[in-house]
Structures are given as C-alpha cells and as structure tokens.
C-alpha cells in the first residue's frame, strides 16, 4: 500500500523558510513523478512543484518560482520542498502526491492517484 507521510510545516514569519519532508513507501520511489500542492479553505487545490521520474525536470507554479526548490532523494525514498523567502499567501496545507508513470502534464493534480495527509504552512505578517 502506498503511503506519503508529511513533516516539516509550521509557523513562520513572512521572509522565513521552511523546508518540507514527504516520506514515501509502497512504491518504487524513483521511478515514480512525485509532486507538491496546497490548498486553503474555500479554494482549489494549486499546483507548487513538481518533480519527474529518476530526478528528472522539475517544474514550479508561478506563485513560487524562484522561492522554492523541489529535490528528491531516492535512497531515502523521501522529497522535499525547500521554502525561502515565505509570504503571507503562501498560507497553506502542503500535499505531496505521487504516480508511478511519466506524465506529460505532471502539474494537472488528477495526474497523481495517491496523496499525502498534508501538513499546514502559516506565514505571519
């Protein structure tokens, strides 16, 4: 059974950093294109990062290019999602979400068959 496990989210003052943790098992952790998103309550789900099979491209949404770097380390089956320069809106639960194939769209979250619980992110001002 696949399961993605979060850590990493918190409090943080707006120009801080976190940096997130997704532990994966279940799967073949390298051979699988794993990917970030976020939510707040009343929207929908937004892509942050995305991260291709074997360490291949990554992609980022606009919000965040530039701020945050996806990385993956496949012998500890884990990815990450290093935060800088945090903003308000950026306020959030963080999802980590896999699939086990390539995907030509890996930012389209309907693209990933398992998700993570999430872990919240707040950004104070």
């Known amino acids: 059974q696949v399961q993605l496990v979060e850590s990493g989210g918190g409090l943080v003052q707006a120009g801080g950093s976190l940096r997130l943790s997704c532990a994966a098992s279940g799967r073949t952790f390298s051979s699988s294109v794993m990917g970030w998103f976020r939510q707040t309550p009343g929207k929908e789900r937004e892509f942050v990062a995305t991260i291709q099979r074997f360490g291949g491209s990554t992609h980022y949404g606009a919000s965040v290019k530039g701020r945050f770097t996806i990385s993956r380390d496949n012998t500890r089956s884990t990815l990450y999602l290093q935060m800088n320069s945090l903003r308000p809106e950026d306020t959030a639960v963080y999802y980590c979400?896999?699939?086990?194939?390539?995907?030509?769209?890996?930012?389209?979250?309907?693209?990933?068959?398992?998700w993570g619980q999430g872990t919240q992110v707040t950004v104070s001002s």
């Open positions: 979400a896999t699939r086990d194939s390539y995907t030509s769209v890996p930012w389209r979250s309907e693209e990933y068959d398992f």
